[in-house]
């Protein structure tokens, strides 16, 4: 895989791309002076800084960050990004753009430290975060930067979503606004590298192998060469010839990436992934918040859902925080209009909208005091039914929890099972894993967040439960639980739920598809998540389960807002594999980072759904 996929996939768009020509950068050289700085941080080490200064001085201009780890480029008082900001509208508008590469990355100086941790008493200059830097950083700009009118917003999408976020405990009192997107928040519970204490390898694999290489010294981006070379034409392939964990290290990785070592010494949820989780220092807090997220973003839906829900709780009811969440991939609320996602037609040109109507008004008015803020808690939107909605909390307040229960011959239905010993069974064999999306391909796609699942409906080991058609709508907005009873032959197993909209044969689009695909019997996968199973009790502390005993496996999925049309059917679809998107659980209780490729054994899968062990999905519905 090419470099330049791999920071596509991960948040590519917050480097924005840049060519030197006059037609790309027109604009901004015509209307802003760049310049480049080292800032002394209070530990001494200086970090790159390049800022972009609106020609017509003849006013004062707030400020807006952003802090990356994935480069400033262009590099040069004389070569301009082509656009500023994360939409072109801020740019527009007129403000004063900064940005920065953070400590140990690219020409900044220091060590870098992924996700580093936040701390909280800090004792000397020489105790450092991401919080500090922020800081110092944002106190010499309003002291050296000519025309700024003392306040600074921040913005970042992914990883520069966490640097946002980080940005908020103790934060400077000029900073008033602060938006994390897509923001990198748990790499052990939910976001890009882990989900519920399952190791999403490709994408953990593809991205350190270029981003986890260590640079010798300040450099710039021409300057690395040493990115881990591979090659994928088939990445199911790929993965299941490659094996077990540890030969990822033997075959390519060497002890080159540190993370990717940190990674496989802390199997589970210990004191080394929950330093990492900035949500708990996240009190407080006196810049107003915008959240951002999409819900088909494949890394960090739940970064987005998850930090929105830390500032409510723990901050006062008076601090202004915003939750928007859209029907987009990573960061595609500031890449294309966001009318269209996979086969998908949301009516609208989703992202277009929210850059005119809620991201610019929302700087306007913090940072310059225009406007008013008239946005709601939450600014939703809602497939199916194609609308966005406001709700004054989210999870909205006026919803009703229902449960939809699995029963016999692949029913599904609002009403409980009364019959007693009943369950489905099936062979799940990690040797021929239930892949995570139909046909080939070299890369893990961000389409398949909901894409059609009729290919994992085939296979017999994927359970299927779905609904008659619906005689009315009904629309989910918030939490979705999965709650299944199982048993096991062996001693450990992965789960994953799919929640999925079932088109009907004879649906009709009202407008051509302009991919020209028919959506008549569409399974359109509307949230899926993995659960290890031996985390069922505990992620810090592992269990075994006990062959042939019934167990509740119970976990959240990320929060979904989908209306399911008249006509439509529900479906839940279980299996115990989602490859090579998550690695292959052995079935058998042990620490998976250092299994052996002759460990992977078949075992006999019952899911149960009777009187006294009631699988379920449990949905939250919009009165």
């Not at 596509?8 to 002076?33: I, K, P």
């Not at 300040?218 to 060469?225: C, V």
């Not at 004191?271 to 951002?292: C, D, E, Q, Y």
Request: glycine share 8%.
């Amino acid at each position: 895989m090419k470099k330049s996929l791999l920071l596509l996939a991960f948040a590519a768009w917050c480097t924005l791309s840049y060519s030197q020509s006059s037609a790309d950068t027109g604009y901004v050289r015509e209307h802003y002076t760049k310049m480049e700085k080292y800032i002394t941080m209070r530990d001494g080490k200086r970090l790159f800084t390049s800022i972009y200064l609106p020609k017509d001085q003849s006013k004062k201009y707030p400020i807006i960050m952003t802090r990356t780890p994935y480069t400033v480029a262009p590099y040069g008082e004389n070569l301009y990004k082509r656009s500023l900001g994360q939409n072109r509208l801020l740019e527009k508008e007129g403000f004063i753009f900064v940005y920065q590469d953070v400590r140990g990355r690219w020409m900044s100086e220091g060590d870098f430290v992924d996700v580093r941790p936040n701390i909280g008493n800090k004792k000397s200059n020489k105790e450092v975060d991401e919080s500090s830097d922020t800081y110092d950083t944002i106190d010499w700009l309003i002291k050296n930067l000519p025309n700024n009118n003392r306040k600074v917003g921040i913005e970042g999408i992914s990883y520069p979503g966490f640097y946002s976020t980080a940005s908020l405990p103790n934060a400077h009192p000029a900073l008033k606004a602060v938006s994390p997107q897509a923001p990198v928040t748990d790499w052990f519970i939910g976001d890009d590298f882990h989900h519920n204490g399952a190791l999403f390898q490709m994408d953990a694999f593809a991205f350190l192998t270029s981003f986890g290489v260590p640079r010798p010294k300040p450099i710039t981006p021409a300057q690395f060469k040493n990115g881990i070379k591979f090659t994928e034409a088939d990445n199911y392939k790929f993965y299941l010839d490659l094996g077990a964990l540890p030969n990822f290290n033997k075959r390519y990785l060497g002890d080159s990436v540190q993370f990717w070592n940190n990674m496989m010494a802390h199997p589970n949820y210990d004191s080394f992934w929950k330093g990492m989780n900035i949500r708990p220092h996240l009190k407080n807090i006196t810049p107003a918040t915008m959240v951002v997220g999409g819900f088909f973003d494949a890394e960090d839906c739940f970064g987005a859902l998850h930090v929105f829900e830390s500032l409510e709780k723990q901050n006062p009811a008076s601090h202004p925080n915003m939750l928007v969440m859209g029907p987009w991939f990573h960061g595609g609320w500031e890449r294309g209009d966001g009318q269209f996602f996979g086969d998908q037609d949301f009516g609208s040109k989703t992202s277009a909208w929210f850059e005119e109507n809620v991201e610019l008004p929302f700087f306007k008015y913090y940072l310059k005091g225009e406007g008013e803020m008239g946005l709601p808690k939450a600014t939703i939107f809602v497939s199916g039914s194609n609308e966005w909605h406001k709700f004054k909390t989210w999870p909205p307040q006026n919803t009703v929890e229902k449960t939809l229960y699995f029963h016999p011959n692949g029913k599904l239905s609002f009403t409980p099972p009364v019959a007693g010993g009943g369950f489905d069974e099936y062979i799940s064999d990690p040797n021929t894993p239930v892949p995570y999306q139909a046909g080939i391909q070299a890369h893990r796609t961000r389409e398949y967040m909901l894409d059609d699942q009729r290919f994992a409906e085939r296979r017999p080991d994927v359970r299927v439960y779905q609904t008659d058609a619906l005689n009315e709508e009904i629309t989910l907005t918030g939490p979705v639980v999965a709650d299944l009873f199982s048993s096991i032959s062996g001693t450990d197993a992965d789960y994953v739920v799919k929640l999925i909209d079932v088109f009907p044969d004879n649906y009709h689009e009202p407008k051509p598809n302009p991919k020209n695909i028919t959506l008549a019997g569409y399974e359109m996968l509307v949230r899926g998540e993995i659960f290890r199973g031996k985390f069922r009790n505990s992620f810090e502390h592992p269990e075994p389960f006990v062959p042939g005993k019934v167990t509740e496996i119970k976990y959240n999925l990320p929060d979904v807002a989908h209306t399911f049309r008249k006509g439509h059917r529900i479906m839940i679809q279980v299996q115990n594999s989602w490859f090579p998107l998550a690695d292959r659980n052995p079935q058998r209780f042990e620490n998976i980072n250092q299994a052996k490729d002759s460990d992977f054994q078949k075992a006999t899968i019952r899911i149960y759904h009777d009187a006294q062990n009631k699988s379920a999905v449990r949905v939250t519905v919009l009165e």
